[in-house]
């Protein structure tokens, strides 16, 4: 019977995925679909996805780029309704090449009184929005959204560049069918290069394609005559085709996932050079060493780094107490973190301005870190800036200038160290960037406007060390203390998490969380950045004992056990992100009641990963009515392969298991 149904039901299915469809014409069936036919957990999902690239020639400009997006999204659930938000992020300055988007239309769909009912989405519906000095953004709300809406867009994205936006083929909801189209003229030459782990074949082939000329003949000395000449140049054009059903969603569900749009599978284009008629062929191809230079040329970036009159009088009250670079480099560093606020903008332009910034004590990363660089020359460090780009901006495939996002300062001893800082963060010191930044690579760009690598990565580990005393007492109730330091990134992101918290807020957090009462609470060095954070605080515990017939069970670490395996995916097809190295210490001292002794007690277990990646240690030791638990969880690397993902896994699974044993006593 099971087979009756399923077969009408995929026949159905390959049908409607065989049917044009149509912009503007929704079906019922859609429309009533309960649950995604193939991903159950689905909020949403692209029930068409569908795009073409071409460029079309423009008398007064010449060749442009269009792109004609449609796609229509069917919602599932209240989460869901986050894709009723379209954001189309384009660049607009206030002067020179602008994009723009164009032919927009929009309607939400639902049903009512078993009709479909279609509903525009009006002007009121659509914002302008300008983001930062070259970017804006066209945001388009649906109206009138529930569950089981479906909503459609069809726009034009038309820019003035010869770039090709990346295909991406991946999501994060499922992509019922996809067709995408690029065409690219014959006076063009790109290279296609896949992007991460799930690809789409396609099909290439060449067509055909004009341009109409309207040329201006104007004759006559006296009588002057003008006529118009039209004229027609044909030309090839390359076709790539993409099309596929049913794309798995790449879900950010799962942990350590860092960026998960570095993952997405796709197709990259990359101009590499054009030939037009009656021309040479140009290179296009590019390094990063040229980009970085191309960069350092603008005004918006290498001539704000020349400017020092608008800070010369503060900077020599600023170091006057000075004795050597390192001083000067912290006193200079600490005066722009606490004089200019961050906008919260990125940026490897400045956006106001360094002089503007300054006095007004507000600006965008490029301002911020611009200004840093420029006095910590002045007053004789050697300093650079560093291109970045975030975590959220991905890795670049290609050198291009759109491969940057951020910019960093870099400041060279005479012992030949060097420390990285960033300004726009309250409790960033040197070289503990924000995690934003912890993305490979930077590009310092050396004054002469020659430029390298440097990594961003953390040199050492980042530490959590926990020490926990435990006293259990007659009536099976622990008392107990707990001591926690943080040092580097994980102090940073402690002041980040919790200073702006009132202290009540942190203690109710941290008893709901681990089922304890909490008293004596305290933190130090909140705000001294040169030092470890260390919290501590008293509690009240009663229930982690368990008494049955005379034998006391409990878990050795009580609450700072790790209580399930994160990784939970039979598979994993991209990395996991750590962000960083990293090291979590437990070190347990317990005092149980008189008149107990030993029964069982966990073994001791030491496993660690391949390459080195990472370590976990276990032990116990015993003596009269003290136990004392250590517990060492290291990480090693900030991304690790997938291909270790299920030795991974089964680590965790262990830890966890190890973690969660527990020691038997009995009576004497």
């Known amino acids: 019977m099971k087979k009756l149904i399923i077969i009408p039901f995929l026949f159905l ?48 400009k010449g060749f442009i780029v269009v792109s004609e997006y449609h796609e229509r999204i069917k919602i599932y659930t209240k989460k869901g309704f986050e894709y009723a938000t379209k954001k189309i992020r384009y660049y607009n300055p206030k002067s020179g090449k602008k994009e723009k988007i164009t032919a927009l239309k929009a309607y939400t769909f639902n049903i009512q009184e078993g ?51 990346t295909l991406n083929f991946q999501y994060g909801i499922p992509v019922n069918k996809l067709d995408y189209k690029v065409e690219t003229p014959e006076y063009f030459y790109f290279t296609t290069k896949p992007k991460g782990y799930y690809h789409v074949p396609f099909k290439e ?23 118009y000449e039209f004229k027609k140049v044909n030309y090839k054009t390359k076709i790539f085709k993409f099309g596929t059903n049913n794309i798995p969603a790449l879900s950010k569900r799962e942990p350590y996932t860092g960026n998960i749009n570095n993952y997405r599978g796709g197709m990259s284009f990359e101009l590499s050079g054009t030939r037009f008629p009656q021309s040479i062929y140009k ?35 600023i170091i006057k107490s000075a004795e050597n670079d390192i001083q000067k480099t912290l006193l200079i560093f600490q005066y722009v973190k606490s004089k200019i606020k961050w906008t919260g903008y990125f940026g490897k332009y400045i956006d106001k301005g360094v002089r503007k910034t300054y006095k007004e004590g507000a600006g965008n990363v490029a301002d911020i870190n611009l200004i840093l660089t420029a006095m910590l020359r002045k007053a004789g460090v050697s300093a650079n800036p560093v291109l970045v780009s975030t975590k ?138 040169s030092k ?42 991209f990395p996991i992100d750590f962000v960083l190295p990293w090291q979590d210490k437990h070190t347990v001292s317990i005092n149980v009641p008189k008149g107990y002794i030993m029964q069982s007690i966990p073994e001791p277990l030491a496993i660690g990963l391949p390459e080195n990646l990472g370590v ?53």
């Open 13 to 60: 299915s390959i049908v409607l995925n065989s049917q044009e469809i149509k912009f503007g014409k929704v079906s019922k069936e859609e429309l009533t679909e309960k649950t995604h036919p193939i991903d159950s957990t689905a909020d949403a999902a692209y029930l068409f996805k569908k795009r073409r690239t071409f460029f079309e020639y423009n008398t007064d």
């Open 115 to 165: 009709k479909v009912e279609k509903r525009k989405v009006s002007s009121k519906n659509i914002f302008d929005e300008k983001l930062n000095k070259y970017r804006s953004q066209k945001k388009i709300t649906f109206p009138e959204i529930k569950i089981g809406s479906v909503i459609e867009l069809k726009y034009k994205y038309v820019s003035p560049f010869w770039d090709i936006e």
């Open 205 to 227: 082939s060449t067509g055909n394609s004009s341009i109409n000329f309207k040329i201006k003949n104007t004759t006559g000395f006296y009588v002057r005559k003008t006529r």
């Open 283 to 317: 290179n296009y191809a590019t390094t990063w060493k040229d980009v970085s230079k191309q960069i350092f040329k603008s005004s918006s970036f290498g001539g704000e780094l020349s400017k020092s009159s608008y800070f010369e009088d503060d900077l020599t009250e």
């Open 392 to 529: 959220s901006h991905g890795v670049s495939i290609f050198p291009t200038i759109d491969g940057f996002n951020y910019v960093i300062t870099k400041v060279l001893f005479k012992d030949n160290k060097y420390i990285l800082l960033d300004a726009t963060e309250k409790y960033t010191i040197p070289n503990i960037l924000p995690a934003r930044c912890l993305n490979w690579n930077g590009r310092e760009i050396f004054e002469n406007g020659s430029s390298n690598w440097v990594s961003l990565l953390p040199k050492k580990h980042a530490k959590k060390t926990n020490t926990l005393y435990i006293k259990v007492n007659d009536n099976f109730s622990v008392n107990g203390m707990l001591r926690t330091t943080y040092s580097d990134h994980v102090a940073m992101f402690y002041r980040q998490k919790n200073n702006v918290k009132k202290e009540e807020d942190v203690i109710i957090n941290l008893e709901e969380k681990n089922n304890i009462e909490i008293n004596d609470f305290k933190v130090i060095n909140e705000t001294d950045l």
């Open 532 to 573: 470890n954070i260390v919290q501590s605080f008293k509690f009240d515990g009663d229930d982690f004992i368990e008494g049955i017939n005379g034998k006391l069970y409990f878990n050795p670490l009580f609450f700072l056990a790790i209580k399930e395996n994160p990784f939970k995916s039979n598979e994993r097809n």
């Open 616 to 668: 976990f240690k276990f032990h116990i030791t015993h003596k009269g009515n003290k136990i004392k638990v250590m517990s060492v969880l290291q990480i090693n690397s900030n991304i690790i392969s997938p291909q270790y993902y299920s030795i991974l896994k089964d680590f965790y699974k262990q830890l966890v298991s190890k973690q969660n044993e527990k020691i038997v006593l009995i009576k004497k």
